[in-house]
């Protein structure tokens, strides 16, 4: 399906920062079809703990299509537990080659606490190379705004809470009602 057969979805905005010996994912809350904002408070950053093993999580993109997917990512953790590289290469490469999972819209951000990852569905299993991932329509804004607050004093929560105010005043598909979840490793 074509980007243009898509009824005028835009996606959100979502960030990790790892700073401190912490990482920390935010994301917006806001979901749009075209120029009308269908809800503002959706949770698109969740803790999760596949056989006790906790990480957390956020995506960007159909919330069907997300949900498949990490729940993929929770099977592949199961299977391999604490080894989150290893399961996000093997959900990557399930994404890249089987023709169901190909078809899902989504992008996720994924950390254990010690590592921190955006998984694609091109088959990429990427780690930032400055400790700040960004995706999703307003993921450039927060990105930039992110890597300039790096060298600061600011927490990795505080860089992820001012980051994603300047993505939501200039992206019109992010708000300011975020959800941040914190994990240490």
Known sequence: ?????????????????KKGGQIVIAGDGQVSLGQTV???TARKVRR????????????????????TLLERLETKLEATPGQ????????AKDWRTD?????????LIV????????????GDVLEPEHNVAAIGSGGNFA???????????????DVARQSMAIAAD???????????EAISG
């Open 38 to 40: 269908i809800k503002g």
């Open 84 to 91: 989150l590289a290893r399961a996000s290469v093997e959900l």
């Open 48 to 67: 999760l703990s596949p056989g006790g093993f906790e990480i957390v999580a956020g995506f960007a993109g159909s919330t069907a299509d997300a949900f």
């Open 111 to 122: 950390t254990d606490g010690k590592d921190l990852f955006v998984i694609t569905g091109a």
């Open 143 to 157: 990105l930039a705004a992110a890597r300039a607050m790096m060298d600061s004093d600011k927490s990795a929560e």
């Open 99 to 107: 023709k169901y999972l190909q078809k899902l819209e989504a992008m």
């Open 170 to 180: 200039i992206c019109v598909y992010t708000n300011g009602n975020l959800t941040v």
């Open 1 to 17: 399906m074509a980007d243009s057969d898509f009824p005028g979805w835009h996606g959100t905005t979502i960030i990790g920062v």
